[in-house]
């Protein structure tokens, strides 16, 4: 049976109009009753759960609104659905549920559309090494907001010599092994 | 009055069908006035709030599908927490947040991202030379899904610059420094895929 909106007609005597009347009471009931408190129940029209059944492309948001939706994330080499929020009458969309890892970095976004990469690098010193921030199947950055890194094992002194949206440049003055973590927060383009 | 859609009945006339005919899209209207802009409005079918009533046991997302819910996170900060979940994954309970204090004295904050990253982070006081163990995984906290990504300290105060590393398994953090004879105090953050199942 099929929702129709259009019944029962104006000339159908109701035992006519029966059959279709009630079609349409059971699919609505069956429609709201997905996700939703049921129809006269003490939880009626709230959310039970909240199912986002996966969509082609992204869903753009008006004025005042935001948007919740799942679509695949393309940018991974193995694209899985994900959750995003498209904001307010813009084309800035944000994979919330992401992340990914390569040999150098992981990264994931926060709501805000802020994207977080970290990792942990290992060289020989003393002397630098540099990072990429722009490796491809990886969300970038158009603008560094934040960045720290620590010496993981041994006391020494690791610091940032260089960052861009491009690349991080460690650096540290001990001779041997020097293995540090890093993190850079900035703008995220997903 | 309960929701009927089993009428009209055959031999009603409209009459007596126009009763619980209105009656069912009064609860209609009712429901879909609940959380959703009403129906008729301009933006009828969207949603002008979601409210989860929390849920037991826990909704489980199919294929091609996220489910987002709300439960009890039992154990960990005994709250109602709003949940993101994938399909074949665990629920990460986004909005959870708690501390607690080690042996060590040391308080360890945690929070998760909804992607599943977990972070930990606190204030280390009391750091001698041979170093401090900040434990990772306390009773009552999510913990790490093997080694973390990173484990991030930074000296805190006026003392004298000091060169000193943080060390992290999924159980333990430990952070040392080489300025001899003193203590020092420092902030920390680790960071890695989390497990949200409390220890």
Redesign the interface.
């Known amino acids: 049976m099929t929702y129709d909106p259009t019944k029962p007609d104006a000339n159908e005597s109701?035992?006519v109009?029966?059959s279709p009347?009630?079609d349409n009471?059971?699919d609505?009931?069956t429609a709201?009753s997905v996700n939703?408190?049921?129809?006269?129940g003490p939880?009626?029209?709230?959310?039970?759960?909240?199912?986002?059944?996966?969509q082609i492309g992204h869903q753009t948001s008006a004025k005042g609104?935001r948007v919740?939706y799942?679509t695949p994330y393309s940018t991974p080499v193995t694209p899985?659905?994900?959750?995003w929020i498209s904001r307010v009458n813009t084309t800035t969309y944000t994979p919330?549920?992401?992340?990914g890892f390569s040999s150098n970095v992981?990264w994931?976004?926060?709501?805000t559309g802020e994207l977080?990469k970290?990792?942990?690098k290992t060289w020989t010193g003393p002397g630098s090494s540099n990072i990429p921030l722009n490796e491809v199947n990886q969300p970038t950055f158009s603008e560094i907001y934040w960045a720290?890194?620590?010496?993981?094992?041994?006391?020494?002194?690791i610091s940032i010599i260089n960052i861009s949206t491009t690349g991080l440049s460690l650096s540290g003055n001990?001779t041997g092994s020097l293995t540090a973590?890093?993190?850079v927060l900035g703008k995220g383009v997903s | 009055?309960?929701?009927?859609?089993?009428?009209?009945?055959?031999p009603?006339?409209?009459k007596d069908?126009q009763r619980p005919?209105r009656e069912?899209f009064q609860?209609?209207q009712?429901?879909?006035?609940?959380?959703?802009v009403a129906i008729g409005s301009e933006d009828a079918g969207?949603h002008t709030v979601?409210?989860?009533?929390v849920?037991s046991p826990e909704?489980t997302?199919?294929a091609?599908?996220?489910?987002?819910?709300s439960a009890k996170y039992t154990n960990a900060t005994d709250l109602t927490e709003l949940y993101?979940r994938?399909?074949g994954a665990l629920g990460?309970p986004f909005t959870a947040r708690n501390s607690a204090v080690d042996a060590g004295g040391t308080r360890v904050y945690w929070t998760f991202?909804?992607?599943?990253?977990l972070l930990k982070y606190g204030e280390v006081d009391t750091v001698p030379t041979t170093g401090k163990t900040v434990d990772l995984k306390l009773v009552t906290q999510p913990s790490f899904s093997g080694t973390p990504?990173?484990?991030?300290?930074?000296l805190q105060g006026t003392a004298a610059?000091?060169?000193?590393?943080?060390?992290a398994t999924d159980t333990t953090l430990t952070i040392?420094?080489?300025h001899s004879g003193s203590t020092h105090t420092f902030s920390f953050?680790v960071?890695g895929?989390g497990d949200p199942t409390p220890t």
């Not at chain 2, 009055?1 to 055959?10: A, E, L, Q, R, V």
């Not at chain 2, 979601?50 to 009533?53: D, G």
């Not at chain 2, 991202?113 to 990253?117: A, C, N, R, V, Y």
Request: proline share 5%; aromatic share 10%.
């Open positions: 109701l035992k109009s029966q009347i009630k009471y059971a609505a009931q709201f939703h408190g049921a129809f006269a939880s009626s029209g709230l959310h039970i759960v909240a199912t986002f059944v996966e609104e919740l799942v899985l659905d994900e959750l919330i549920t992401s992340k992981a994931t976004f926060l709501p977080l970290y990792g942990q720290q890194t620590t010496s993981n094992n041994s006391k020494n002194l001990s973590s890093w993190c | 009055m309960p929701y009927n859609s089993g009428i009209p009945t055959g009603q006339r409209l069908s005919m069912n609860e209609i009712k429901a879909f006035s609940t959380n959703h969207k979601v409210v989860f009533p849920q909704p997302a199919a091609n599908q996220i489910v987002m819910y993101v994938k399909n990460i991202l909804p992607s599943g990253t990504f990173i484990s991030l300290a930074t610059p000091a060169d000193f590393y943080a060390s040392s420094h080489n953050l960071m895929v």
